[in-house]
Every structure is written in structure tokens, then in C-alpha cells.
């Protein structure tokens, strides 16, 4: 069975830092590009981050390049996303996907609220 099961969301004040974790399985994760979406109430889902399947190459949405980091841990089947200067236009529901040449799964997502 299929799963990705994102954690680490919370409140937290502007400024400051989140760091989300997806951990995969009943895949085969190190074949798989893996990607970060969030999706802000009453706006589309937008793609923040994406990682290449050995973690080569990365690419960032405009608004997040320079704060968040995408990284990956084949080893322990798990995407991160390390999340500095937290803006209020950051607060979404995250979610973790991943991209394979036939498949896509997606988690169910895990909240970020960034107020004071």
C-alpha cells in the first residue's frame, strides 16, 4: 500500500522556521521525482519545490527561493523541506508528491499557519 504521510506543520510566528518531513512507502522512493505542493484556502494548488529521484537537481517557485530547502534521504524514504523566514502568504496546507514515470501519488497534507 501506497503512502506518503507529511508531519511537522504548525503555527508559527513570521520569521520564523518549519522544517516539514514525508515519509514514503509501498514504493520504490529513490526512483521517484519528489515534489512539494501547497494549496492556500480559496487558491489553486501551487507547486513550492520539486527534487530529481537522486536528489541532483532541484527547482523553487519564485516566492519561496532563498527561504525554503528541498532535500531528500533515500536511505530512510524521506522528502524534506526546511522552511526559513516564514512569511503570513506561506500559510497553506502542504503536500508531498511523487512523481514517477507511470505513477503519482500524493500525501494528505499537513498545515502551516504563519501569524503573530
Known amino acids: 500500500q501506497v503512502q506518503l504521510v507529511e508531519s511537522g506543520g504548525g503555527l508559527v510566528q513570521p520569521g520564523g522556521s518549519l522544517r516539514l518531513s514525508c515519509v514514503a512507502s509501498?514504493?520504490?522512493?529513490?526512483?521517484?521525482?519528489m515534489r512539494w505542493y501547497r494549496q492556500a484556502p480559496g487558491k489553486e494548488r501551487e507547486l513550492v519545490a520539486g527534487?530529481?529521484?537522486?536528489?541532483?537537481?532541484?527547482n523553487y517557485a519564485d516566492s519561496v527561493k532563498g527561504r525554503f530547502t528541498i532535500s531528500r534521504d533515500n536511505a530512510k524514504n524521506t522528502l524534506y523541506l526546511q522552511m526559513n523566514s516564514l512569511k503570513p502568504d506561506d500559510t497553506a496546507l502542504y503536500y508531498c508528491?511523487?512523481?514517477?514515470?507511470?505513477?503519482?501519488?500524493w500525501g494528505r497534507g499537513t498545515q502551516v499557519t504563519v501569524s503573530s
Open positions: 527534487i530529481t529521484y537522486i536528489g541532483g537537481r532541484t
Open positions: 509501498g514504493f520504490i522512493f529513490s526512483s521517484y521525482g
Open positions: 508528491n511523487a512523481q514517477g514515470r507511470d505513477n503519482v501519488y
